[in-house]
């Protein structure tokens, strides 16, 4: 099983026009290799492999005038950012054939310098020191902030820069997985109904909405107003844009860091978990016909005898956050009943593939 570590680093300010540098170079190797497969499938040609296509944007174009910068940086880099492109044209093609399921996938497009920018190193272009530094090939060694030990060796890592300008490195780890022994199914299983009032209604507990956007909005909205008025292409502009991209983060943190709590305690604390496949974004637009996909779990009664469809429906009674059943006469909670609903739904749809 495959795991990543994410870890805060701190290139100095010799090793950032470095990584700038890497970052662009992996960028228009992309960009090469993705117009050379354009240009032959224009003229008729066949498929160019990625071998020859790897000699043809890297190898090749080092030793011409225009391309002859690519030296600088680490050739592992090259070879990882053509991966992608390869990656992402396997994955479209196998889609148009038929082999892969799941959503639509797109083919490929030219990468643009944007706010989040990346580049991935195996094993023979990077090392970590017995310090603790992470040594990266033809940039040097860069200050890492471990907050926990990686289990294993890992196999690649992928040194970002996000929008406000920070810089992190994703290792790659591989491990065993480690099976636990089983909790009794009956009092550990929980179904998760999400909603709009409150972020999820387990089987025990609510989760409130921690409404992190909310408490920033203020503050964003000023930043913002401030980036409006400030001169394009000015330096006081691009201090602006930064300012803003970092209250962006902050957000996006605290989120992350949320969801990375609540699910890990769910995980550990119940044996299955029973989830609705839900439109959230039509539910946020307020557009509640576009939420649920095919299971009534708020407007089914789960009183076992009963099961009648008496529940809010619509758009117009979001606002109902309790009903009683036309049939059985039971109150029920609009969250809770969801909840026991999915639940009930989840046991039967997982006895159903235990006996295929």
Excluded at 11 to 38: E, M, S
Excluded at 322 to 346: F, K, M, P, Q, V
Aim: glycine letters at 8%; one cysteine or more; charged letters at 30%.
């Amino acid at each position: 099983m495959k795991l990543r570590y994410n870890f805060r680093v701190y290139p100095t300010a010799r090793q950032i026009p470095l990584l700038a540098q890497a970052f662009g170079c992996a960028r228009v190797v992309y960009n090469d290799g993705l117009r050379a497969r354009k240009d032959a499938y224009g003229r008729g040609e066949s498929f160019i492999p990625a071998n020859e296509l790897q000699k043809m944007v890297t190898t090749l174009a080092r030793k011409t005038p225009e391309r002859s910068w690519l030296a600088e940086v680490s050739a592992v880099v090259l070879v990882q950012s053509l991966a992608d492109l390869h990656a992402g044209c396997r994955n479209f093609f196998a889609w148009r054939r038929g082999d892969r399921k799941g959503p639509r996938v797109q083919p490929p497009t030219y990468k643009r310098k944007s706010g989040r920018q990346a580049i991935r190193l195996t094993r023979n272009g990077f090392r970590i020191r017995e310090d603790g530094a992470l040594h990266l090939a033809k940039i040097g060694e860069v200050r890492v902030k471990w907050s926990r030990p990686l289990p294993a060796e890992p196999s690649s890592v992928t040194i970002i820069k996000d929008s406000s300008g920070r810089y992190f490195a994703s290792f790659v780890v591989e491990v065993n997985q480690q099976r636990l022994p089983p909790l009794e199914l009956d009092v550990t299983d929980t179904g998760i109904d999400l909603g709009l009032s409150t972020y999820a209604v387990l089987r025990d507990r609510k989760i409130a909405s921690p409404k992190f956007f909310r408490r920033q909005e203020k503050k964003l909205r000023r930043a913002q107003r401030h980036l409006s008025r400030c001169k394009k292409g000015g330096s006081n502009r691009r201090k602006a844009k930064l300012a803003v991209a970092r209250i962006h983060a902050r957000i996006a943190d605290k989120r992350h860091n949320f969801i990375e709590q609540e699910t890990t305690g769910i995980v550990r604390e119940s044996q299955a978990v029973y989830l609705e496949d839900l439109n959230v974004k039509g539910m946020a637009a307020r557009r509640s016909r576009l939420g649920t996909r095919w299971f009534p779990s708020t407007q089914m009664c789960s009183n076992p005898n009963c099961g009648e469809l008496s529940g809010p429906k619509g758009r117009r009674q979001l606002h109902v956050r309790s009903w009683t059943c036309n049939a059985c006469g039971s109150t029920h909670d609009r969250d809770e009943n969801a909840e026991i609903n999915l639940r009930r739904e989840g046991r039967k749809l997982a006895a159903g593939h235990a006996e295929r």
